[in-house]
């Protein structure tokens, strides 16, 4: 299972929040580029990547660090903002390799299906939940949709593959949501995990549910890479 480090861009920086909360905001470096580079030579051959400011303006602000990003070297997959057919190309142009739809697929899932038709399994969704409900706009909205039933609707969809992100343990380093993950993997969708991840131990459980339940391939981890509570050296490059 491969373990994918993630580079948060707000106002041209890289920051994590804590339960998507913008006003807990801790800044790494003033440099995305720079810690791309440091992943890719660690191991990393795919970054996850957010806008942090387009996920919550739907208005992508950061297209030029991305570009800079991408010249890293691994390949991207990047969210936020990504509300229409001329954004996602502008994504793919400033050197995504698949994007990551979020709030318009829950408000707008016309464009879902319209990138999907051109795009396939370069189209991924994002899958943000607080109380295994489906948030959107950068996790500020709540919605009345239960995540598994929302990925049910994805699969139906052809949405080959998802992001499920549990809001309310990202930044926490306090485990990952293996409830959560089992009920979206029961619909048969392709899952990347995030959220939570912040020693082996937590990783050691994710590779238990993966051996049990076929279709997790990777987990997204943040914080605990930047603050020391993983090593890179150790989890990035493999599988």
Request: with cysteine; aromatic share 4%.
């Amino acid at each position: 299972m491969r373990v994918i480090p993630a580079i948060d861009i707000r106002g041209g920086r890289c920051v994590r929040l804590t339960r998507g909360d913008f006003a807990r905001e801790t800044e790494f470096s003033d440099d995305p580029a720079a810690v791309a580079r440091q992943w890719v030579k660690w191991g990393a051959e795919l970054i996850h990547v957010v806008d942090l400011d387009g996920a919550r303006t739907g208005h992508m602000g950061n297209l030029r660090v991305i570009s800079r990003v991408a010249e890293a070297g691994a390949l991207l997959q990047v969210g936020g903002g990504i509300r229409s057919r001329r954004a996602a190309e502008r994504m793919f142009d400033a050197g995504a390799h698949r994007i990551i739809l979020g709030t318009a697929a829950v408000k707008r899932p016309e464009i879902l299906q319209e990138l999907l038709s051109e795009f396939g399994c370069r189209v991924s969704v994002g899958v943000d939940c607080r109380a295994r409900r489906v948030a959107v706009e950068g996790w500020q909205t709540d919605t009345h949709l239960r995540a598994r039933d929302f990925c049910q609707d994805l699969v139906d969809m052809g949405v080959k593959r998802v992001i499920v992100t549990d809001i309310d343990r990202d930044g926490m380093l306090s485990g990952p949501n293996l409830q959560l993950l089992s009920e979206v993997l029961s619909t048969g969708v392709r899952v990347i995990a995030s959220g939570g991840v912040g020693a082996p131990e937590h990783l050691e459980a994710l590779g238990v549910l993966a051996r049990r339940a076929d279709g997790l391939e990777g987990v997204i981890v943040g914080r605990a890479l930047y603050d020391g509570s993983l090593s890179p050296e150790a989890v990035l490059g493999g599988d």
